[in-house]
């Protein structure tokens, strides 16, 4: 009589189911991979997202709190601080000047490079625009952009 072995005929079975394993955990490890990779930069967008929105409503209650002087908003270009300080005071024309320039370097600062921030208006009412590169190509034709319009 002539037995059969079954562990015989089962040689390497289990090495392959081993393998095949292994390859579709990879394949679900990097599918992860990926999806943490998007949920990060979708992340980090929403961010400069609300920091564009933020730093547009502070120079909104800057322009409304200086309310003298906001024609010079619209074509006056910061190079340093309107010698404002707490205990001396400043005119409006100061204030704007220090308004803007600390506005400008908080949206370099908090903002991706090439970020620039413009205030604009027609008719009574004001826009506020803020503009940065996402993605750091260097094409401006894809930049986001937060506008904001308002009446002082």
Aim: charged letters at 10%; hydrophobic letters at 35%; a negative charge.
């Amino acid at each position: 009589m002539k037995l059969n072995n079954p562990s015989h005929h089962q040689l390497g079975f289990t090495l392959l189911e081993v393998l095949i394993t292994l390859v579709i955990l990879a394949i679900g490890l990097l599918g992860l991979a990926g999806l943490q990779t998007t949920g990060l930069k979708n992340n980090h967008n929403a961010y400069q997202r609300s920091q564009a929105t933020q730093l547009t409503y502070d120079m909104i209650d800057r322009m409304r709190a200086n309310k003298v002087d906001n024609v010079n908003y619209l074509s006056a270009t910061p190079t340093s601080h309107g010698s404002c300080d707490a205990l001396g005071g400043c005119s409006a024309s100061q204030m704007t000047q220090d308004d803007l320039f600390e506005w400008n370097s908080a949206i370099t600062s908090a903002l991706a490079s090439g970020a620039v921030g413009t205030i604009s208006a027609s008719g009574g009412l004001y826009s506020i625009s803020i503009t940065w590169d996402d993605d750091h190509d260097g094409n401006n034709a894809n930049n986001p952009n937060f506008q904001m319009s308002f009446q002082p």
